[in-house]
Every structure is written in C-alpha cells, then in structure tokens.
C-alpha cells in the first residue's frame, strides 16, 4: 500500500471519525446528567439536515441564516422530547427508559417520513466541492468544515462544563444526583438542558455532513450507532476521550474499507463495539482517566 494511499484513508477517516464523536458526546452529555442511553439521538442528526434542507428550500433562507434556524428547531425538538417522554415518567426503570427512547426515535423518524417523503436530499457544501491537495492525497472543503466546526464543538463543550455555573451544575449531577439536589441544584432543570445541548450537537453533526452524505429520513439510525461506538470507546465521556474515541473508529472504519471491502464498512464498527464490551467495558482509556460530564 503506497503512503499516499494511507494518507488518503486517515483523512477521509478523521473527518468521518469527527462525525461520530460529535453525536457521541451527545450520547455522553445525557449518560451522565440521567443515567440515560437515548437511543433517538441518531434522529436528531437527521432532523438537523432535514430542517436545513427546509430552511434553504422552502422558507429560501440564505446559509448562514439556515443552520443556525435548523439548530433551534432541532433543539425545541429535544426539549419537548425531555418534557413530554421523559419528564413525567415515575420511578422509571432502565429498561423503561430504553424503551421510550427507541419508541421515541420510531416516532420521530415515522414523522420525518411523513414530512420530507423517503427520497434523499442533497444540501449544497459550506464553500464549494473543489478538491485541495494534501501531500499526495486530496481532501473537499466540506472535510475541513467538519473538523474544524467539531474543533470549535470540543473547545466550547469544555468551556461551559468547566467555566460556568450551569455547566459545573451539570457536572455535579452526573457525580451524584441526590447530592446535587440537596446543595440546590435544580437537577430536572440540569436533565433539560443535557437533552438541550445533545439534540443541537447531534442537527449540528447532520448539517455537515449532509453536503457529503446526502440526507434522508433514515440516516440517524446508523449515524447514531457509530456515535453510540465511539462512545463507548471513549468510557461515556463528553471529554476528549470520546472525540479520540471516535476518531479512531472513523479511521479504522475508513483503513477496513479501503484495505478489506467498502461492504465490511458498518460491520467493522460493530465488531470493534464488541471487542471493547468484551475486554475493556469501561472504555478504552479506562475509568480513571474518563471525563465524566
């Protein structure tokens, strides 16, 4: 394999990598704030194309006035799901909770079906779809969008869980909840804003990505597994150990693909989830060195 065959792979896999650890804090964030794995989180991924697709196309409004519209819709999204699935549920069980929110991604994804048909949509790239040259490989414009957009994702995360009261509000919840309550924090209002920040996390990895992927009703599904992946490598942190964690699943994703058979592409994922439940549960990193927010 020539170097700039390899080249190529690793950076086709860190932009896809950068997809995956984006909805993976999102998975993260309401992990530890609810003790909640929301298996509707794919959705919003989807929603956040969509509802750009929408913001372009119908209400013709110009990018930059689209995607921030197309996160605020995502985000109301997420707060009526919290208010109305999950809120007023009573002693919920685990199992009681997975089910609401697989019942609630059917729900969304059924809705979306209804809205915007089961046809794929195209969202025009951020600048254009010409080629750069990096070393002997090349890269789109859209590629770099998408590191440099979680880049700024990352840097913004950790300022608010570790520079401001709510974020550091939100942190406490996730060491212990009773606690949190009896120093005054409002840990329902905490449990909001988590689904709050996942669901405009999650529109947000859709928006970019769509220019490459396309969209369509059904996207959120797999988006949302790689996420939960990389996840899980990443110990359910919303540090830099997801983002890492979903780096190294989008490139070895991308290496499977180009070395073994584009076919085996989703498969890898798996078995690599696999590997990690088997052998190392707490992550990849280990729990000592898990950011838990």
């Known amino acids: 394999m020539q170097l700039d065959q390899l080249l190529q792979y690793v950076l086709s896999g860190l932009s896809t990598g950068a997809i995956y650890a984006l909805i993976g804090i999102g998975f993260s964030i309401i992990y530890n704030a609810t003790g909640i794995i929301n298996f509707a989180q794919g959705e ?5 194309g969509l509802l750009t697709l929408s913001c372009l196309n119908l209400l013709q ?4 006035a689209a995607v921030p519209c197309a996160v605020a819709a995502a985000t109301v999204i997420g707060l009526l799901f919290e208010r109305l699935a999950i809120r007023p549920l009573r002693k919920p069980t685990p199992i009681s909770l997975v089910i609401i929110t697989i019942g609630g991604s059917i729900l969304i994804r059924g809705l979306a079906m209804l809205v915007w048909g089961k046809d794929t949509h195209s969202i025009p790239p951020f600048s254009g779809d010409e080629p750069i040259a990096v070393g002997g490989a090349t890269i789109l414009p859209q590629h770099l969008w998408i590191l440099a957009i979680t880049l700024v994702i990352v840097v913004i995360n950790r300022f608010y869980f570790y520079h401001t009261i709510s974020g550091k509000a939100m942190r406490a919840c996730s060491y212990n909840r009773t606690a949190a309550g009896l120093v005054g924090i409002d840990v329902q209002r ?3 804003f988590s689904f709050m920040i996942s669901s405009a996390m999650g529109a947000i990895a859709g928006i970019i990505v769509a220019p490459l992927t396309m ?3 059904d996207v959120g599904v797999m988006l949302g597994l790689k996420g939960f992946c990389a996840a899980i490598i990443g110990g359910m942190s919303s540090g830099l150990a997801t983002v890492v964690g979903g780096l190294i699943l989008g490139i070895l994703e991308s290496l499977g693909a180009g070395l073994i058979s584009s076919g085996y592409k989703d498969a890898i994922a798996f078995i690599i989830l696999l590997l990690i439940l088997f052998i190392r549960p707490q992550g990849l990193f280990g729990k000592a060195e898990s950011e838990r927010v």
């Open 44 to 48: 919003f991924v989807m929603l956040g």
């Open 61 to 64: 409004l110009p990018p930059w």
């Open 190 to 192: 905490m449990v909001l």
């Open 215 to 217: 969209t369509a009703y």
